[in-house]
């Protein structure tokens, strides 16, 4: 299980998370909505070790991680799909995916995972010799989560994975999502399209300017007036 | 024509060794954004250490100590002046300026150890002369040749078979989401410094047999010619710094010709020509294109 207790991240001078505390329970799909520059890819970027707080405590499974380097943190079971995708742009679609195992050394799993992500992702397949900075928007997409997914984790994270995806396409990105917690892998997931995520939610938080404004059940806040203004455009 | 074949072949094996520099410069750049400027140094002290362990053992033995020493030292190098300035976020330019730093102490050092005066190379190597249909050749040659191309085909396979080469390049293409995977860019860094440092000093100890000498001045120069043929193919660029190398050393060949006491200024000729009309180098492409 992961746990944040009031966490403090600072951005070089700007304070982006005041206090925020959260949990992801095992295999569970936990959603964090909120609009641009409330803090939530900070979030996540703190939760994978690439930013360290300044005050607070993340814990994985009882373990202190916060402080831990990256590349600790992912041989723990914690995976990112980060925001902008960062797929690495001159190596092969199926060189990103292996880079996605470099922390891992069973063969036999890192092939059974690469068919898995090849079956959710079946373009992958079709793409796998390709270039990755020669992708589509929405193909880096589905590599940035494919790779995550080789890590093998038992916690992904996921960055605005409907970013720059057509809206036909963003549906299919939720039902897929929604298979991969279905798989057992839990998920906190960070999202501006707070209708189609809270959806899917097991649990959601709102998050404003760097604090926690609201949590409960992806049903709760879906039907929340206030979330219904703020994100949902209305009605 | 036999004259031009003759330069051609000469160009091509002093060529071959300016591409050894240039990969090193190149390596380090593409991950570190940074023209290392003790790597003249670090070739001039590894050759001589290896010079040392050549007059007591072989040549074969001398180039293998010679790498590892220089090897040894750019890790170094790159924990002392480079790795303490990018925790602190300083700006690639005093990074740059602090291998300049670097380079001064190193030969200071060596000047220190060896003395300034110019050391004979022994003869190491079999002096036998063969000719190849028109072209003349001695083992020396081939085995400069030999070594040469062997490890920028070693260096082929390493950055693109293997584990830590598929480290450098998703290193070089975007360090932090390598972290993200498990790859430790910290030690990346200076295994990369330290594996183009291993190929100046094998540059250095065949400039060594090739010249029968080596002093403080020939290394420094050799370290600058690796720059220019870099920067000539495209810095970043592992083809271009071999492709940088080899036409420098023809260009060098050729040029000599006509402006004999001039051999040297070609290289500087050439950088500040291809500065002013293809600054990103032959195979460079303008975003710059790395590993």
């Known amino acids: 299980m992961l746990e944040l207790e009031e966490l403090h991240v ?25 609009a641009n520059g409330a803090g939530k890819t900070t979030l996540l970027r703190t939760v994978c070790g690439v930013l360290h707080p300044r005050g607070g405590r993340v814990s994985w499974n009882g373990e202190l991680i916060s402080g831990l380097a990256p590349q600790r943190i992912v041989r723990r079971g914690i995976a990112a799909s980060p925001d902008n995708r960062q797929v690495f742009p001159r190596m092969t679609v199926m060189e990103n995916l292996e880079m996605g195992a470099f922390s891992r050394r069973d063969r036999v799993g890192i092939r059974r995972d690469l068919e898995t992500v090849y079956g959710l992702f079946p373009v992958l397949r079709d793409r796998r010799g390709q270039v990755a900075g020669t992708l589509s928007g929405g193909e880096q997409q589905m590599l940035a989560i494919g790779r995550a997914l080789m890590a093998a984790p038992k916690l992904l994270l996921m960055d605005e994975p409907s970013m720059g995806l057509a809206p036909r396409l ?23 399209n707070a209708r189609l995520a809270l959806g899917i939610a097991d649990r959601g938080y709102v998050l404003e300017t760097g604090r926690v404004l609201l949590s409960g059940t992806g049903d709760e806040l879906s039907e929340n007036h206030l979330v219904r203004q703020a994100y949902l455009g209305g009605e | 024509m036999s004259l031009l074949l003759e330069q051609l072949v000469n160009g091509v094996i002093i060529g071959s060794v300016y591409s050894l520099i240039a990969l090193g410069f190149s390596l380090i ?19 001589l250490i290896g010079l040392v362990v050549l007059q007591r053992t072989n040549f074969w033995v001398g180039l293998l100590i010679a790498a590892l020493a220089s090897g040894l030292l750019g890790a170094l190098v790159e924990k002392a002046a480079i790795y303490p300035l990018r925790l602190r976020r300083a700006p690639l330019g005093a990074q740059f300026i602090s291998t300049i730093g670097a380079g001064m102490m190193i030969d200071i050092a060596a ?10 190379f022994p003869p190491s190597l079999p002096a036998t002369q063969f000719a190849l249909g028109p072209v003349r050749g001695s083992v020396v040659e081939l085995a400069i040749l030999g070594v040469s191309l062997g490890l920028m085909a070693l260096l082929q396979v390493l950055v693109n078979r293997t584990r830590f080469g598929k480290a450098i390049r998703a290193t070089v ?16 860094n200076t295994l990369t410094f330290a594996l183009g440092s291993a190929l100046a000093a094998v540059a250095g100890m065949l400039m060594g047999v090739y010249y029968n000498m080596a002093d403080l001045g ?23 710094a071999v492709l940088g190398g080899l036409a420098l050393g023809v260009a060098e060949d050729i040029g000599a010709t006509w402006l004999s006491s001039y051999r040297d200024a070609v290289a500087f000729i050439i950088l500040i020509v291809i500065l002013l009309v293809r600054p990103q180098g032959i195979l460079g492409h303008p975003e710059r294109q790395k590993v």
């Open chain 2, 173 to 188: 293409q975007n360090p932090r989401a390598a972290a993200m995977f498990g790859v430790d860019v910290d030690t990346v």
């Open chain 1, 10 to 34: 600072y951005y070089g001078n700007v304070h982006a998370l005041k206090g925020v505390s959260l949990k992801v329970a095992q295999g569970e799909l936990v959603v964090v909505v909120g």
């Open chain 1, 170 to 192: 963003v549906t299919t990105m939720f039902e897929t999502i929604h298979r991969i917690r279905d798989r057992g892998t839990g998920i906190l997931l960070v999202e501006q």
């Open chain 2, 29 to 47: 750049f593409s991950i570190l954004e940074v023209i290392n400027f003790a790597h003249g140094s670090i070739l001039v002290m590894g050759t």
């Open chain 2, 111 to 120: 000047l220190v150890i060896f003395g300034p005066k110019t050391r004979p």
């Open chain 2, 218 to 240: 020939t290394g420094f120069l050799a370290g600058m010619k690796g720059f220019v043929a870099a920067v000539f193919g495209g810095i970043g660029s592992i083809p271009g």
